[in-house]
C-alpha cells in the first residue's frame, strides 16, 4: 500500500469532493418539497437534456462496464464487443418506446413501469410481477458495482486479511453513498454525474492516445492478442469471431439492447426528464457513449500488449481478470494521473448504484407497499418509505459481496438480464397495444422465467468449476442440434414468452375471461410539457405535497 500514497490521496480526495456534492444535491434545482416521490425518486421530472445525458449516460454506463468490458475481451477477444453493437441499436430501438412511456407516465403521474402496467391492463397482480422483477434484478447489478471499486482497491493495496478487513472501504464508501442517496434523492448522482463522466472521457481519451505510443502503436497491440488467442485452447477466444460464438454473439447483443432499458434505473433517469424533446435529443447523442466504450474496450488488448498479469482471485488458483485495467493504468501512468483514472472508475459505481437503489425503493414503494400495505399512504409517507428501502436495498448489495463470491454476482447480473427481459411483453408491447391479455402476459412471463433458469441450470461455469449458473451461453446441443454453436439464454426465453403470451390470449378471449379496464386514452402517450392534463398533475402534486407537509 505504500507504494500507492499519491494514487491513495487522489483517489479519496475526489471521493470525498464528490461525497460533498452529494449532501449539496438536496439543495440543487430549488426542490418544491423532498417529502415527495416526484421530488425525491424522480428529480422533480424536470431535468433538461444535458442533466439528462449525463444522467441516463452516467446509469447506463457503470463502472462495471469500464472494467469488466476490457476484462472479457482481456480473457475472451472479439467476443467481449457485444457490448458495442448493443448499445448502438438500443437507441433507435428504444426512441420512439420512451417518449411514449414519458407522456402516459407524466399524464398519469407513473413512478415506476409496473405503474403503467397496473393502469394499462387494470392488474394489480401484473404489476407486483414487473416489480419484484425489478427489484430482484437489480440488486445483483448493485452488488457489481462495488466489483470496480473493489478492483481499485485491490490494486492500491486497500486490502485486508479478513473477509471484513477486505470490505471495510466498500463498506465506508456505500454508507457514505447511502446517506446523501437519502438526503438528496436523484438529484445526487444526476449533480455527481457531470464529475463522473467527465473523469471517465479525460481518462479514457489519454489512455487510448498515451498508451499505443508507449506500447508500439495499434499493430504491435493487436499482434500480441492475436499471439495469446493464437497460442490457447478455447475453442471461442480469437481477435475475430468464429463459427461457433456468431450466434451468441448476435443473439447477446440483441437480447441485452432491449433488457437495459427495461432495467427500473433505466427508465428511472428517462422519466426524470421534463419533455419530449428531450428524451428525443438524449436518444439522438447518447451514442457518443458507444464511441467512448469501443474505446473502453480496447483497453482489454492494451493490457495484453502490457504483459499484465491478473491480481489472484478470491479462491485458491483463480485470478481476478477485472482487474487488469486498473493494473494496465497502474504499470503505465505516473502515480498522480492512475489516482485519478482510480477516482474516474471509483465515481463512476456510485452514480449508477445510486440511481439503482432509488429506482428499486420506488418500485417498492409503489407498486407493494402502496398497493397492499397501505392503501391511503400520503406523498410524504411514500417519500419516507422510499428513503428508507433505498438503505436496506444498498445493505443488501453489499451483503451480496461480503458474503458471497464475487463470480457469483457476476453471474447472478447476467441471470438479471435474463430476468428483466421477461417484463418486455407487458412494458414495450403494453405501450402500442393492449392485444395481449393481461392472464396471458403473466403465463408468458412465467414459462420465460421457468425457460430461462432451466437453461441456466444447465450451463457450468469452466472457470470455477460450478456445475450451474456460469454464464448466458447455452449450447444448442441440448435442444438436439448437432453443433457446437451456444445462444443467449434471454432471447430463447423472451421469445417463448411472447408465444405463450399470444396463445393464451387467443384461448382467453375463446373463453370470454374479463380484460380489466384500460385507465390509459390514446392521446396520452402524444402528451407533452405545456399540456394541460399533464400541468395540472403537477399542480396537483404541489398542493398534495404542501399539504402533506
Not at 422483477?133 to 490494486?155: C, D, H, N, R, S
Not at 392521446?523 to 394541460?532: C, I, S, V
Request: aromatic share 12%.
Amino acid at each position: 500500500m505504500s507504494d500507492h500514497i499519491t494514487e491513495i490521496v487522489i483517489f479519496t480526495f475526489l471521493f470525498l469532493l464528490v461525497s460533498g456534492m452529494g449532501f449539496v444535491a438536496a439543495r440543487w434545482r430549488r426542490p418544491t418539497d423532498m417529502a415527495h416521490l416526484d421530488e425525491w425518486g424522480l428529480g422533480g421530472r424536470s431535468f433538461g437534456g444535458w442533466i439528462t445525458w449525463f444522467l441516463v449516460g452516467g446509469d447506463l454506463y457503470t463502472a462495471y462496464t469500464f472494467v469488466a468490458v476490457p476484462a472479457l475481451i482481456f480473457g475472451a477477444g472479439a467476443a467481449g464487443f457485444f457490448a458495442v453493437p448493443y448499445t448502438v441499436i438500443i437507441y433507435p430501438l428504444f426512441f420512439l418506446i420512451l417518449i411514449r412511456l414519458w407522456s402516459v407516465s407524466h399524464r398519469h403521474g407513473f413512478v415506476t413501469p409496473a405503474d403503467f402496467v397496473r393502469s394499462r391492463f387494470d392488474s394489480p397482480t401484473l404489476a407486483l410481477v414487473v416489480a419484484i422483477t425489478g427489484i430482484v434484478a437489480t440488486m445483483p447489478y448493485i452488488a457489481l458495482q462495488l466489483i470496480g471499486i473493489e478492483a481499485v482497491l485491490k490494486t492500491m493495496g486497500v486490502t485486508g486479511e479478513s473477509a471484513f478487513a477486505r470490505h471495510l472501504p466498500i463498506i465506508i464508501a456505500f454508507a457514505i453513498l447511502a446517506a446523501y442517496t437519502y438526503q438528496s434523492g436523484l438529484r445526487a448522482p444526476a449533480l455527481i454525474a457531470f464529475v463522473k463522466d467527465t473523469l471517465i472521457y479525460i481518462v479514457i481519451l489519454v489512455a487510448v492516445l498515451w498508451l499505443p505510443y508507449k506500447l508500439g502503436g495499434w499493430g504491435a497491440i493487436f499482434d500480441a492478442a492475436d499471439a495469446k488467442f493464437q497460442a490457447s485452447p478455447a475453442p471461442g477466444d480469437g481477435i475475430l469471431l468464429n463459427a461457433n460464438n456468431q450466434v451468441q454473439y448476435f443473439t447477446l447483443a440483441l437480447g441485452s439492447a432491449l433488457a437495459l432499458f427495461l432495467y427500473p434505473h433505466s427508465i428511472t433517469g428517462v422519466l426524470a426528464s421534463k419533455n419530449r424533446d428531450v428524451i428525443k435529443r438524449n436518444m439522438s447523442a447518447l451514442p457518443a457513449y458507444s464511441f467512448l466504450l469501443g474505446l473502453i474496450a480496447l483497453l482489454g488488448y492494451m493490457a495484453i500488449a502490457a504483459g499484465v498479469k491478473p491480481l489472484p482471485g478470491a479462491t485458491a488458483g483463480s485470478v481476478d481478470n477485472n482487474t487488469v485495467v486498473p493494473l494496465l493504468f497502474d504499470q503505465q501512468f505516473p502515480s498522480w494521473f492512475t489516482g485519478i483514472a482510480f477516482a474516474a472508475i471509483g465515481i463512476g459505481a456510485l452514480v449508477p448504484a445510486a440511481i439503482m437503489s432509488i429506482a428499486a425503493a420506488n418500485l417498492f414503494t409503489r407498486n407493494i407497499y402502496k398497493e397492499y400495505l397501505r392503501k391511503d399512504a400520503t406523498h410524504a409517507q411514500e417519500a419516507s418509505v422510499a428513503k428508507i428501502t433505498s438503505l436496506v436495498v444498498k445493505i443488501g448489495a453489499v451483503a451480496c459481496i461480503v458474503f458471497l463470491d464475487p463470480q457469483f454476482s457476476i453471474d447472478l447480473q447476467l441471470i438479471g438480464g435474463v430476468i428483466i427481459l421477461q417484463t418486455a411483453p407487458a412494458v414495450v408491447v403494453g405501450l402500442y397495444t393492449r392485444w395481449l391479455h393481461r392472464g396471458a402476459l403473466i403465463a408468458g412471463w412465467a414459462a420465460g422465467m421457468a425457460l430461462g433458469f432451466w437453461m441456466l441450470w444447465q450451463i457450468p461455469n469452466a472457470a470455477t468449476g460450478r456445475a450451474h449458473f456460469g454464464g448466458s451461453a447455452f449450447p444448442l446441443s441440448e435442444f438436439g442440434f448437432d453443433t457446437k454453436k451456444t445462444i443467449y439464454v434471454g432471447f430463447v426465453a423472451v421469445i417463448v414468452n411472447f408465444l405463450v403470451a399470444a396463445v393464451v390470449t387467443l384461448a382467453l378471449r375463446a373463453i370470454k375471461t374479463p380484460e380489466g379496464t384500460d385507465h390509459t386514452a390514446p392521446d396520452d402517450y402524444f402528451a407533452d410539457e405545456g399540456d394541460p392534463r399533464i400541468e395540472k398533475h403537477r399542480d396537483d402534486t404541489t398542493v398534495d405535497t404542501i399539504s402533506s407537509t
